[in-house]
């Protein structure tokens, strides 16, 4: 009899832990992260708010798993459309263009990416999972780097990124010099040559970039619908972001 009260239980909180992950993603693009309450999520998962917490203690257990989705989707949706072809380096750039342009197409992305760089646990994901990425796109540059060198040099390039997120673009400070300022000090942190860099910036002032990151945003929010079952016809995200 114990046997089949824990799977019941088990099963039960499967169920709970899906309704939320569900109404939470809904809530997070509808409303954005900070404007959604712990009472809308249980209401619209129908659970109770000890259920939630039992599962997720908090908000922020959600959006970690929120942001391990979405780091391991948006960047092959990025590769997708812009090509496997290119060079390490430029897609390095292409990336981090896409990121810091999502950001300024979406106020509720904004608001869930600032988010997870401010966030100890979601950060540390971030920082592992782009670490990774980094010594395999920088490794020949920098032969005597370990991990943990990408590691350290990543949790700087992490807090110009999360900088440039939070300054939204205007007359003053436009898009295309938000992407080149970060690409600069990133590249340069990253032993990436003078005239290489110049190369780089001038292959992704080349792009429409606006018109790639809305692509991904599109195909985000729509594997994002598929994972969480959910209607992307509910989700009335902000679309008209200040580029």
Known sequence: MKGVIGVAITSASLAAKKRILTACVRL???????RTT???IVRDADVSVSTFQNIFRAKDGVLIELIEFM??????AAR????ERIPPVYVYAVETA????????NEN????????YTQSEAVEYIHQHTALEL?????????GYTESDFYELEIGSAGIMRGYMARRCDMYFPLERKLRRFLVMSMSAYSVPGDEQQKVLEFIAGLDIRKISEQVMQELFRMLAMHFEFSLDDVK????GRV
């Open 109 to 116: 992305l904004r608001d869930i990416y600032l988010e997870a």
């Open 38 to 40: 712990v009472a809308e």
């Open 98 to 105: 896409i990121q810091l342009t999502l950001t300024e197409l």
């Open 71 to 76: 780091f391991g989707n948006q960047f092959g």
């Open 28 to 34: 997070f693009l509808e409303k954005g992260y900070n």
């Open 237 to 240: 995200a902000e679309q008209g």
């Open 135 to 143: 010594a395999s796109i920088f490794g020949s540059r920098l032969p």
């Open 80 to 83: 997708k459309i812009v090509g």
